[in-house]
């Protein structure tokens, strides 16, 4: 079939046409700009600063600040919605989630990997090899027996224990003493706190007899100043240490956890902020590893993402109770796997 020469130079033009009416990927991404805040738990600060540090390098006009105030902090901002997302080491409690309700503050709960809480040592800390929950209530609560190492073994040096904690506002404070102290205990006034895990890693890696806890990504990050204590699961009598097969298979515990971010769905409005989220669930597993923190399962990765394309508000982790002067909220004792499903979400509306 021949085709006049009119023909094909029109055919060109609406090609031309076409292509100049086709999305350009480099224009996109300079055209989306604005701004987004995040705070809150130290622990999960490596991964959220790796996705934002990665969305910037495709998105460079948008300004994503990650501030670190604690898991207790960044919530005591984010229910009143001054910021557009919180990381969180531990799900939100009953009393900020009646916060963030009765201020109308909705959010998307997001687990995004997941946390072996590390009981870290001095390196020349030669006598510990492995300690047991109990040895950690001698050491932390505050009628803890043990305020020396020969109190837990009188082989051990009669040297006093320099007890390192992340500060009260922290979610890993909150997941440690929940293990430890139980609902009722209390840990001892005299230890040295920080919100700042390298504050306490400097703090360990200084002083032969001491002791502290933090996320497991600081201890793998720091492994050439501190090391790490093995600790015996209640169930198994096997001391495990918290490695990333460990944490996955459960083996590591009970310190294991889920890590989140909480997404004001208010900010999700915004197309810089949308967009980020969804980087950050598509690669929250290669930003975990990165970081030396173990991905979620699959399972949970497809939900985290369900979660947000269909904007299910409120937390799985918190339940109601009604009586005559309004619900009195609980939490919800479970494990991630169980716990996160759209049939057990509260909703904030």
Do not use: C
């Not at 670190?68 to 989630?97: C, H, L, M, N, Q």
């Amino acid at each position: 079939m021949k085709i006049s020469l009119q023909n094909f130079v029109a055919a060109l033009g609406a090609a031309a046409l076409l292509l100049g009416l086709a999305p350009d990927a480099s224009a996109q991404a300079s055209a989306l700009r604005g701004n987004i805040v995040v705070d809150g738990s130290s622990t999960v600060y490596p991964i959220t600063e790796a996705a934002a540090a990665a969305f910037r390098k495709e998105f460079p006009k948008v300004n994503v600040t990650v501030a670190v105030s604690g898991t207790g902090g960044g919530f005591k901002r984010f229910v009143v919605g001054e910021t557009d997302i919180s990381d969180a080491s531990r799900p939100i409690k009953p009393k900020e989630f009646k916060q963030a309700k009765q201020n109308g503050v909705e959010f998307i709960e997001l687990p995004v990997a997941l946390d072996g809480l590390s009981v870290v040592l001095n390196p020349n800390n030669t006598w510990v090899k492995q300690l047991t929950i109990d040895n950690l209530k001698a050491i932390y609560l505050e009628g803890g027996k043990a305020r020396k190492w020969s109190d837990l073994n009188p082989e051990w040096p009669d040297a006093t224990i320099k007890v390192y904690s992340p500060g009260t506002d922290s979610g890993t404070f909150d997941y440690f003493k929940e293990v430890v102290a139980g609902k009722t205990g209390s840990f001892r006034p005299d230890m040295s706190t920080s919100e700042d895990d390298n504050v306490l890693v400097t703090g360990v890696s200084g002083d032969k007899y001491a002791i502290g806890y933090f996320g497991a990504s600081y201890y793998f990050e720091n492994k050439d100043k501190i090391r790490a204590a093995a600790i015996v699961n209640p169930k198994t009598g096997k001391a495990e240490m918290p490695t990333p097969e460990n944490v996955i298979s459960g083996a590591y515990a009970p310190l294991s956890r889920p890590l989140f971010i909480y997404v004001n769905t208010k900010s999700l409005r915004r197309p810089a902020m949308r967009k980020f989220v969804e980087f950050y669930l598509a690669n929250a597993a290669k930003f975990a590893t990165k970081v030396q923190y173990v991905s979620t399962s699959d399972k949970i990765a497809a939900l985290a993402k369900d979660f947000l394309k269909k904007r299910r508000t409120g937390t799985v982790f918190v339940t109601a109770e009604n009586h005559e002067g309004g619900p009195v909220y609980h939490k919800r004792e479970a494990p991630l796997d169980a716990a996160y499903h759209p049939q057990n979400l509260l909703g904030t509306k």
